[in-house]
């Protein structure tokens, strides 16, 4: 699980717990003007295939997490529970895409889009 805050014109993405390990990172630190959008989509999460791990932990059905490469895109996944991840799409940054379980979907998206506006 990812918990996220702003601080000042940053974005602070942190890794908790176990998902540390799995995920080979505990934080990234993302300027607010590089986020293009945040959903939710049910879709993207299907299938086994992430990706490439570079480096990460995969076990189809239970848990993806790390750097995974996939079609030209360089993704972080953090998600453990669909039903409460996030995909945020980025530009001019290091990765392409985070997909991510947070504890409130709704509260993240309702501060994601106030500090990207």
């Known amino acids: 699980m990812v918990e996220v805050t702003k601080n000042g014109d940053n974005v602070l993405f942190q890794v908790k717990g176990l998902h540390k390990l799995w995920a080979f990172k505990s934080q990234l630190q993302i300027p607010a003007n590089h986020i293009k959008s ?67 979907p709704a509260a993240v998206i309702e501060l994601l889009h106030l500090t990207s506006v």
Do not use: C, M, S
């Open 38 to 104: 945040i959903r939710q989509d049910p879709e993207v999460l299907k299938g086994w295939w992430k990706g490439f791990r570079a480096p990460g932990t995969h076990i189809p059905g239970l848990i993806a997490a790390g750097t995974f490469l996939q079609q030209d895109k360089r993704i972080f996944w953090d998600v453990h529970h669909a039903e409460n991840a996030l995909i945020i799409e980025l530009e001019h940054d290091e990765y392409d895409e985070l997909i991510i379980e947070v504890e409130n």
